[in-house]
């Protein structure tokens, strides 16, 4: 059973984020890791790519880090598009290094209640299997038709 986040938590999470490091970023434009950091980036979050098959390249503007511990300077939320198994080194790592970290945010189809449950602990915020440019676009009012905001209208329905 998933977890239940009121829209005031995420609203929350959302306005108090600033720097994003994005896990598991791919620089394939189809990819919904490339799109969600991309989205975020043009919503004036400043998007730290982290993947270590892509490091030293620049997207967004931003060098791609290796792993979260190659990151200078804090971040606010860790956004994670890895399977599921993956997560608590990644939830670890970022404990480690990030020690004013806010959120650790999970994408859709990825929950790990241990991992959830190390970081709670520790005063950060989690939230599992949900999507940071989904819930923006929901609760900022950019959503359109089927959930996407296209940009385009088709009048061919």
């Given at each position: 059973?998933?977890?239940?986040?009121s829209?005031?938590?995420?609203?929350?999470?959302?306005?108090?984020?600033?720097?994003?490091?994005?896990?598991?970023?791919?620089?394939?434009?189809?990819?919904?890791?490339?799109?969600?950091?991309?989205?975020?980036?043009?919503?004036?979050?400043?998007?730290?790519?982290?993947?270590?098959?892509?490091?030293?390249?620049?997207?967004?503007?931003?060098?791609?880090?290796?792993?979260?511990?190659d990151i200078?300077?804090l971040?606010?939320m860790?956004?994670?598009?890895?399977?599921?198994?993956?997560?608590?080194?990644?939830?670890?790592?970022?404990?480690?290094?990030?020690?004013?970290?806010?959120?650790i945010?999970?994408?859709?189809?990825?929950?790990?209640?241990q991992?959830?449950?190390t970081?709670?602990?520790?005063?950060?915020?989690?939230?599992?299997?949900?999507c940071?440019k989904?819930?923006?676009?929901?609760l900022?009012?950019?959503?359109?038709?089927?959930?996407?905001?296209?940009?385009?209208?088709?009048?061919?329905?």
């Open positions: 059973m998933s977890e239940q986040y829209d005031d938590f995420l609203k929350r999470v959302l306005s108090g984020s600033k720097r994003v490091a994005v896990v598991g970023v791919s620089m394939n434009p189809v990819r919904p890791s490339y799109y969600v950091a991309r989205y975020l980036s043009l919503k004036g979050y400043d998007v730290v790519p982290v993947n270590p098959g892509h490091s030293g390249k620049m997207l967004f503007g931003s060098t791609v880090q290796a792993s979260l511990r200078e300077g971040v606010d860790i956004d994670i598009f890895r399977r599921s198994e993956h997560v608590p080194p990644i939830v670890d790592e970022a404990l480690e290094c990030f020690p004013k970290l806010k959120t945010w999970m994408q859709i189809g990825v929950e790990h209640a991992a959830a449950e970081a709670r602990a520790r005063g950060v915020d989690v939230i599992m299997n949900r940071p989904i819930e923006y676009q929901r900022y009012g950019e959503l359109r038709m089927g959930g996407f905001a296209t940009g385009v209208i088709s009048s061919k329905l």
